[in-house]
C-alpha cells in the first residue's frame, strides 16, 4: 500500500536560520508531489508540485524553495526563515482519483 | 481556469443538527470532486468523492452530489456529532493537479 511520510511533525526556529523539511513516498512511482502551507485558520496555499525528478512548479513568489532528488523525495528549504514563514506545512501526492497527505509539520518562527 | 469556492466558516452547529457546507467549481473538462477533513493538527484525510455527473459519494454518514448542472458539490449530514467537528476541504481534480478550497471550519457542541 502507498505511505507518505513527512517530518519533523513540530520545528520551532529562529528567524534567518535555515530550514530543511522532507517528504518520503511509498508505494507508488512517479507521482505528482506538492508542497502546501496552511496559516493559522486559513485554507490551503499550494506552494509548489513536482510530476517528476528535478521538476518543480512555484506558485507563490517567497523565501521557499523545493527539490525533488528522487522520485518519491520531496524537499522544501529557505535558506532564511522569516516570523511570516511560520505554519503548518503538508505534504502530498496524488492520483487522478485522490489525493494522499502526510501529517503535517507545524513551524514555528521565533 | 480550474477553481474551488466553498462557504466561509467558522460554522457553529448543536449536536444533531443538520450540516449543509457549499461548495461550488470551476474547471475544464470534467473533473473528479472531493471532500476531505481535517482533525486538528493531523493532515487532510479523504471523506467522499465523486467521479462524474450525478454521482452521489458518501461516507460516515456525509454526503455530496455531483451536480454539473449548477457545477455544486454541497456537503451534508443529517445528523453532526461532536466528534465532526473539523475543518472541511473542497477540492477538484483536473489534469495533474489538485485544487482545494479555503476550508470550512465547524465546531459541534453538545
Known amino acids: 500500500s502507498q505511505t507518505i511520510h513527512q517530518w519533523p511533525a513540530t520545528l520551532v526556529q529562529p528567524v534567518g536560520s535555515p530550514l530543511s523539511l522532507e517528504c518520503t513516498v511509498e508505494?507508488?512511482?512517479?507521482?505528482?508531489l506538492y508542497w502546501y502551507r496552511q496559516a493559522a485558520g486559513r485554507g490551503l496555499q499550494l506552494l509548489f508540485y513536482?510530476?517528476?525528478?528535478?521538476?518543480i512548479s512555484s506558485e507563490v513568489p517567497q523565501n521557499l524553495s523545493a527539490s525533488r532528488p528522487q522520485d518519491r523525495q520531496f524537499i522544501l528549504s529557505s535558506k532564511k526563515l522569516l516570523l511570516s514563514d511560520s505554519g503548518f506545512y503538508l505534504c502530498?501526492?496524488?492520483?487522478?482519483?485522490?489525493?494522499?497527505f502526510g501529517q503535517g509539520t507545524r513551524l514555528t518562527v521565533v | 481556469g480550474n477553481s474551488v469556492t466553498q462557504m466561509e466558516g467558522p460554522v457553529t452547529l448543536s449536536e444533531e443538527a443538520f450540516l449543509t457546507i457549499n461548495c461550488t467549481y470551476t474547471?475544464?473538462?470534467?473533473?473528479?470532486l472531493f471532500w476531505y477533513v481535517q482533525y486538528p493538527g493531523e493532515g487532510l484525510q479523504l471523506l467522499l468523492k465523486?467521479?462524474?455527473?450525478?454521482d452521489k459519494g458518501s461516507n460516515k454518514g456525509f454526503e455530496a452530489t455531483y451536480r454539473k448542472e449548477t457545477t455544486s458539490f454541497h456537503l451534508e449530514k443529517g445528523s453532526v456529532q461532536v466528534s465532526d467537528s473539523a475543518v472541511y476541504f473542497c477540492?477538484?481534480?483536473?489534469?495533474?493537479?489538485?485544487?482545494f478550497g479555503t476550508g470550512t471550519s465547524l465546531t459541534v457542541i453538545p
Open positions: 502530498a501526492w496524488s492520483l487522478p482519483s485522490e489525493a494522499f
Open positions: 477540492a477538484l481534480s483536473a489534469g495533474n493537479q489538485f485544487y
Open positions: 513536482s510530476v517528476g525528478i528535478g521538476q
Open positions: 465523486a467521479t462524474k455527473a450525478d
Open positions: 474547471a475544464t473538462g470534467y473533473p473528479s
Open positions: 508505494g507508488t512511482s512517479n507521482p505528482n
